[in-house]
């Protein structure tokens, strides 16, 4: 197996922080918390941001990793496109961004996530 999103569900990003701009006005993150629950044992997990690899786990049973979280081609508050996969240990570092399939609606292992401009004003917010 090189790469695998069998058994990845419940992929969650979260913001660290707001960011601001110098007018005090509200950005989208720089960085975000990915979440996700994985039957995987024995897998490292990969996590691709926009369909770039932007981190790797430590250890086979992490499902926690803070990513950095880029604007894209229309801005700050562009969406963001986040993959979960799980790897061998041998290709732990190997980028598999040419091989995703990106965005469709049967894949549990990946979330489209766009920025509301304005507060937040529900602290349990998804």
Do not use: C, K
């Not at 990915?34 to 786990?57: F, K, P």
């Not at 562009?78 to 996969?85: D, K, T």
Request: charged share 20%; glycine share 10%.
């Amino acid at each position: 197996m090189s790469y695998s999103t069998e058994g990845i569900t419940h992929v969650r990003v979260r913001p660290l922080a707001l960011d601001l701009a110098p007018d005090g006005a509200a950005l989208a993150p720089g960085a975000v918390e990915v979440t996700w629950d994985s039957t995987q044992q024995g897998q490292w997990h990969q996590i691709y941001v926009n369909g770039e690899l932007a981190g790797v786990t430590a250890r086979p049973d992490d499902r926690r990793l803070a990513v950095s979280a880029p604007a894209g081609s229309d801005g700050l508050a562009s969406m963001l496109l986040v993959e979960v996969v799980a790897v061998d240990s041998d290709d732990r570092w190997t980028d598999f961004s040419n091989l995703l399939s990106g965005f469709g609606e049967e894949a549990g292992a990946q979330v489209r996530l766009t920025w509301q401009a304005g507060e937040y004003l529900d602290p349990n917010l998804e």
